[in-house]
């Protein structure tokens, strides 16, 4: 996940104008929802699939079908049906690495650190906009954080600001700033902050405290777990309704007084296949001379011929059944 922290500072020097008052972090939310590429980095994989667990179900399932497939770790989830159910699980999954609160809550640090140059510009523009003190945080390798801290005054407001501590979460301060002493914060002049990473696989929060108020940035870990070995779920499935009939006899001698035989096929209907072997014809009734026989099963399909043969031609045998089999396929998020 490693990006150039550097990009981001001309960025911030030299906004154009946006709107005032724009809420920049609400703004970098709908950006990432709007304008989401599942061919993008890590943290923006991340941003896109914890605004998903914040916004209704139709929205959520509406960009999952523009983006497609997402795939970050051991999390892959992809467009279908998008219900309640399917928008916790993604929440609890995402859980499990990171602090999905803490995500959306610096959603325009994590927007601006993602790599995407558009979209980093248009919430940089709206932060310098908006004036006051922000902190956005970056990779710098796997063990190494930059937490870049930038003041931008107000109308006729002062130029400087005292920066009085900064605090880390999961990483330790190495140099850009001394907590033994207070550091000024001029207007427009970024001041970066190296931060030691000791575990790339948890997250990092810095905390900043400047006598204009205090701002803190998220970094979500920088190495995430490999993809797990897709769960396999098996469920019978049968061949769709009606059931597959076959008579002989009953009515005198005549065509229908012989061998016949109909067939019945089922085919795998969770995107699976047949499970070896498991294929069966499932009998709903049976009378007189019929049976089955011809089974033919592939992993994509499992077939067998219901029968029913008569020489008494005034008296009618049948058979009636469906053609069943195990499915095996992978559960999706």
Known sequence: MQKIAAILIPMLLYPALADAQTDCNQLAKDTIRKSFSSQTSDYRKLLFLSTLTQISTKEAGEALAHSGK???????????????????KLREELQKYLNVELVLQNAESVEITSGDSNSSKSISDCIASNGGFYVSLNDSG?????????????PGGKKSIEVRDVTVRHGKLVAGFNPKRRVTLQERVPLQVT???????????????????????????????????PKKIRVAIEAA?????ITSGGGGRGPFCQLRAVQ?????QHGGKIVAGSGNA??????????????REVPEEYCVEFWANTGACETEVSIT?????????????
């Open 70 to 88: 997402v795939k970050v770790g051991p999390i892959e989830i992809g467009p279908g049906t998008w219900n309640k159910d399917k928008q916790e």
């Open 142 to 154: 796997k063990d190494t954080a930059v937490a870049q801290l930038v003041y931008f005054s107000y």
């Open 195 to 229: 931060i030691d990473r000791p575990n790339p696989k948890e997250d990092i929060t810095v905390i900043v405290n400047t006598d204009a108020g205090g701002k803190s940035a998220y970094l979500p870990p920088a190495v995430l777990p490999p993809p797990l070995p």
């Open 241 to 245: 309704d009606p059931p597959a009939r």
């Open 264 to 268: 019945s096929c089922v085919r795998p």
């Open 282 to 295: 499932k009998i709903l009734y049976q009378g007189g001379r019929s049976g089955v026989r011809s089974p």
């Open 321 to 333: 059944g469906k053609a069943a089999a195990m499915e095996e396929y992978e559960e999706q998020l």
